[in-house]
């Protein structure tokens, strides 16, 4: 037997083929492929955390470009563990094996010839964190809140070839003229670096307005102009220069201003996050409902925060306008901040109260509830105002937090009762009213509490709780109980309710004239001249109180038209009970007849 070995060409094509085999496979798997195929096409603010594995090239500009092999990536609420390789550009000073946390944007870039195998991303830097052996530093990338002078960029010197210095001196000025001509466009020409200077000169902010609305500019630069007029103040500006914009230039900007908002939004500034977030919120009326979502994303994960630490502040668009606009999303993240112990409750529980539907109320109203029995216990004092757990409770309502709220008015703590009865004012829950009117009604009551039901009675309203508080009116035996709930039946029903409320009192009762003045006819004038048809109306009514009343407030609410209807009551005997011997109806009709007919 003979060993024969292989030929040439045989080998070559064999291990030609695995090695163009085991290429392709390593390059469909790499971390960065994986890492580009979730970040997508279009630009992303990510958090990025990893190590400087190449030597930083630094340019004229101050930027440094150097690949940065990641341990972890944020975006989107997500964390992804990732060995991929970034190409970053930062306006700092990294040195090779720095550990660095960058949040900045991440955008598709074409990978330098040095990587040919892995997928890269290019981000610029709005915040870093430094980590040095064990030492850990805070610097940043912009330069207006730089904090360490090691991170700034080194200043860059511009020198004269050794020619042109060995100019005599009209020469040297020709030169130096020469070079000034020659960089003069590039300051008019919308970069980067302009436009962060033009937002410190006169005639930058009309230069700012002008590449925004340039559609030969590229759309990043677009952007960056947009987000300078932002930080000088110009915020309406933009929203106005968008307005006019063709739809697809809208839609090519957004995509590149959405993620500059977002990174803005974490400024250490507040004013600057705050008119970042203000910016973000108004992009949101130019782009698809697709692309507004993204932007409800990233904005309810800072208003989550600032909820939850109690600082959340008003802009140019109002919270509450917001989170209508959000919807659905928004109700869930304000359930969610009540339900963290630590987190600061109040306003979130006003703003629930106010945009959130049923399911998300109620969710929050269980999450307080939970709140106030785990506080209950407590020795010590609390850091919120008093009866503020009440109050939360009254305005995110739902059957959860209103049971509470009525066990705490039938319980035996006198001043958690009134605190309690007070929160339920705070929301028009109908489902409150039959227990309100059984406690104002109620004799057996405190009459503090008797006196704040009534207030949750006026909240509500309506035809059921006008015929409530005329069931008090007529039976309760307490003559001040039967006043209140007149008030209350004029602030629910207005003059309409002038004639049966009036009809409720019982007649077998006395009246004393003073209080009728005023604790009857005092409120109704108050209601003015439309309660003028109603009390016309009464005066033909077959209760002697009820016609009393009318003809006295008619004295100052009635016109002369009203004259003719006073005079036909002139000859009523009747009188009310209590009221001075001789003074009938007849009598004060006819005295109230002569005064408005010189009313014109």
């Known amino acids: 037997m003979y060993l024969r070995w292989p030929t040439v060409t045989s080998t070559y094509a064999i291990v030609g083929f695995g090695f163009f085999l085991l290429h392709s496979f390593q390059i469909e798997g790499t971390p960065g492929l994986r890492l580009a195929a979730q970040l997508g096409e279009r630009p992303r603010a990510i958090d990025a955390t990893g190590f400087v594995i190449s030597e930083p090239k630094m340019a004229p500009s101050g930027f440094a470009t150097f690949l940065l092999k990641l341990e972890s990536v944020q975006f989107e609420g997500k964390t992804l563990l990732t060995s991929a390789t970034l190409l970053v550009r930062w306006r700092g000073s990294p040195e090779f ?5 960058f949040l900045g944007i991440a955008e598709p870039a074409a990978p330098p010839a040095l990587l040919t195998r892995s997928s890269t991303k290019r981000m610029s830097s709005r915040d870093v964190i430094r980590r040095a052996t064990s030492r850990q530093c805070l610097d940043g990338a912009i330069s207006a809140w730089l904090t360490s002078a090691r991170m700034a960029p080194k200043p860059t010197r511009h020198s004269l070839p050794a020619s042109a210095r060995a100019l005599g001196g009209p020469c040297r000025v020709a030169v130096l003229l020469t070079l ?7 300051c008019n020409k919308p970069s980067s670096d302009n436009i962060q200077l033009w937002k410190t000169t006169e005639k930058g902010p009309a230069r700012l307005r002008e590449t925004l609305a340039d559609h030969g500019t590229p759309p990043r630069l677009r952007a960056e102009a947009a987000v300078a007029l932002v930080d000088i103040g110009r915020a309406e500006e933009v929203d106005t220069t968008f307005q006019a ?15 500059l908002c977002e990174i803005s939004m974490k400024d250490p500034s507040p004013d600057k996050a705050l008119a970042s977030r203000d910016a973000l919120y108004s992009l949101r009326q130019f782009v698809i409902p697709d692309e507004q979502k993204r932007i409800d994303a990233a904005l309810v994960p800072v208003l989550e925060a600032d909820l939850k630490a109690g600082h959340l502040r008003q802009g140019r668009h109002s919270v509450d306008k917001m ?18 112990p630590d987190a600061a409750y109040l306003q979130a529980a006003d703003l629930l109260g106010k ?3 049923a399911d998300a109320r109620e969710k929050g109203g269980v999450a307080l509830v939970q709140r106030e029995k785990s506080e209950k216990p407590r020795g010590k004092k609390s850091k919120d105002p008093e009866g503020a757990i009440y109050k939360a409770l009254g305005a995110v309502g739902g059957p959860t937090a209103v049971k509470l709220l009525e066990e705490k008015v039938l319980g035996s703590n006198k001043d958690d009762a009134a605190l ?6 705070e929301r028009r829950d109908p489902a409150v009213l039959p227990f309100a009117i059984k406690i104002a009604s109620d004799p057996r009551g405190d009459k503090i509490v008797r006196d704040e039901m009534f207030g949750v009675i006026e909240s509500i309203g309506g035809l059921e709780a006008q015929r409530g508080l005329l069931g008090i009116i007529s039976s309760d035996k307490e003559e001040i109980v039967r006043y209140r709930a007149f008030e209350s039946a004029l602030t629910v029903g207005k003059a309409e309710a002038i004639e049966p409320a009036l009809e409720a009192f019982p007649a077998a009762v006395p009246y004393k004239k003073v209080d009728v003045d005023d604790l009857l006819v005092k409120l109704i004038e108050k209601l003015g001249l439309p309660a003028r048809p109603a009390l016309v109306k009464t005066l033909g009514s077959s209760a002697p109180l009820a016609r009393m009343t009318a003809v006295m407030s008619l004295e100052q609410l009635g016109r002369a038209p009203d004259a003719p209807a006073l005079e036909k009551l002139a000859g009523d005997s009747t009188t009310v009970k209590g009221f001075p011997a001789g003074e009938t109806i007849g009598k004060e009709a006819a005295r109230v007849a002569e005064i408005v007919k010189k009313k014109s």
């Not at 094996?97 to 946390?101: A, C, N, P, R, T």
């Not at 000034?180 to 590039?186: G, H, L, M, Y």
Request: net charge negative; charged share 25%.
């Open 97 to 101: 094996g720095d550990e660095l946390k």
């Open 180 to 186: 000034a001509t020659a960089f003069a466009p590039a």
């Open 245 to 259: 914009l063709p739809p697809e230039d809208r839609s090519e900007v957004a995509n590149q201003l959405e993620p």
């Open 323 to 340: 989170l209508t606009a959000i919807g659905a999303d928004a109700g869930a993240m304000l359930a969610r901040v009540l339900a963290e």
């Open 355 to 357: 945009i959130g539907d």
């Open 420 to 425: 309690a009865v007070r929160s339920l004012q």
